[in-house]
């Protein structure tokens, strides 16, 4: 059997960071206002520093059961760790956040190197 080796060769800073966000909403949305606010976080890529890739779309899965209310998902791929400290203050990410308060209930969030 082979052994993972877990150890990186790249210095933490300069590695790519993968962040990945699931959002849960305290109403229901029609899928015109689910594309509405795919489109603006798809926008990021153009108006954010040190995002690589980004892709951003409705939970199309058959594990129905699974789902548990998150019908909307986010990924982004930064240049670097600094990359997605940057974005977690960015005049652009913040008034998003502010924009989906009032309809937004929950996000799971998770965050590493790649």
């Known amino acids: 059997m082979r052994r993972l080796n877990m150890k990186h060769s790249v ?64 990924r982004i791929i930064f240049v670097n760790q600094q990359a997605l400290k940057d974005y977690a203050t960015h005049p652009v990410h913040q008034s998003f956040k502010e924009k989906i308060k009032r309809i937004y209930s929950n996000a799971l969030v998770m965050d590493y190197p790649i």
């Open 11 to 74: 210095p933490a800073s300069n590695m790519r960071y993968e962040h990945m966000v699931f959002f849960k909403w305290n109403q229901t949305l029609t899928p015109e206002n689910e594309q509405i606010l795919i489109n603006e976080l798809l926008s990021f890529r153009y108006q954010i520093p040190g995002i690589l890739d980004i892709s951003a779309g409705r939970n199309m899965t058959k594990e129905k059961d699974k789902i548990q209310g998150y019908t909307i998902g986010l």
